[in-house]
């Protein structure tokens, strides 16, 4: 089993940053991918950004390019999600989701395990 916990959500304004963690213990070596999904109020939940954890090749969501950044510590098996430039519809709650497949997905359906989400808020 894999528990995720993220961490570092909160309010800010409008323009500014959050820096989000996904705390990640125990089969962790049986992970191949990790992604930030969000789902706001009305809304289903869309994928952010992915990561691998031996390569570290990164993809982002075209809404979030150019603002956030995605990256691991493999050694304390952590992923964040450096958000700046935050805008009233980054306002969501953001999960962290760990896959056990050799590829790449944007799908919630392909991640096998989640954590129990954090509230991000931008103020207008």
């Known amino acids: 089993q894999v528990q995720l916990v993220e961490s570092g959500g909160g309010l800010v304004q409008a323009g500014g940053s959050l820096r989000l963690s996904c705390a990640a213990s125990g089969r962790t070596f049986s992970t191949y991918a990790m992604g930030w999904f969000r789902q706001a109020p009305g809304m289903e939940r869309e994928f952010v950004a992915g990561?691998?954890?031996?390569?570290?090749?990164?993809y982002y969501a075209d809404s979030v390019k150019g603002r956030f950044t995605i990256s691991r510590d493999n050694a304390k098996n952590t992923v964040y999600l450096q958000m700046n430039s935050l805008k009233p519809e980054d306002t969501a709650v953001y999960y962290c989701a760990a896959s056990n497949a050799y590829s790449l997905s944007r799908r919630p359906l392909n991640y096998d395990y989640w954590g129990q989400g954090t509230q991000v808020t931008v103020s207008s």
């Open positions: 990561i691998t954890w031996s390569t570290g090749f990164t």
